[in-house]
């Protein structure tokens, strides 16, 4: 395809890694329903730019939302993740898995200078997302708080580092021994296990990072009283009846919905103080699809990476 043209409020960005989110695979599967054809996927970027309105050569990085309407009542109420009009980074217009993609300038995100490219290229989705997820499990003491976490691949092994630097006890669930339970233990998570087996504490909050609608009742059966659980995905698949003496005694279900850019800045500036050490794979650009059947078959340890 031809190098896009930006437009008066748009950057021109060279690609140099882009992250390969779970985001990605719901796209191209039709998980989520079509709402641009042909499209280039991709909702992570970690860049070197060639930009208007900000420096040349400064590295900007891209995220899930690319770009709202500014004038909705969730736009003019701080809530500019639930615009009613909005635009997203590789499903209603062309993503990083690309040589360039145009962005608005005022939705990019300067990169901490700590983070190579690889290492920041799940920070601008994934990491993003975790930090939503924490924000609304509505923790305010986090010394000795204690959280479950759900699935754990680029979202989970990002926000347990930011728990722990919080000081929270982290309790893993996720099937995969080998990859996802031994990369969470090295991260020091409290305990590991199966993806719905019971932790030996009561949990203050649990977020499920993976797309799986039956985990839902057994994570909340893990919850102490009062605890929240936050969905953390995008795409879910169907939730089973869940019994109300698992919603009793003031258990909390949310979801989470994009991120503002707020929340980015927010996150930045926290993985650069504790700082994140992302774990990645790196594919090259022709490699995508073996990128995205290793991501369905949970086959990453961390992070998918494209390399451009």
Known sequence: MPI???GADEVLINVHACGVCRTD???VEGDLE???SPIIPGTIEALGSDVRDRDTGERVGVAWLHRTCGCCSFCTSKRENLCESPDFTGWTVHGGFAEYVVAPASFTYALPDGFSDLQA????CAGIIGYRC??????SDWSGARLGLYGFGAAGHVAIQIARARGAEVYVCTRDREKHQALAAELGAA?????IDKPPVPLDAGIILAPAGEIVPAALSHLDKGGTLVLGGIHMSPIPEVPYELLY????????ANNPREDGHAFLREAAEVPVHTHTETFALENANEALERLQHDGIRGAAVLTI
């Open 4 to 6: 896009p043209e930006p």
């Open 134 to 139: 924490l924000r609304k499990t509505g923790i």
């Open 25 to 27: 695979l719901h796209v």
């Open 191 to 195: 305990w590991t296990g199966g993806t």
């Open 34 to 36: 079509v709402r641009r």
């Open 121 to 124: 290229a799940p920070l601008l």
């Open 249 to 256: 005694r003031e258990r909390v279900v949310c979801s989470v």
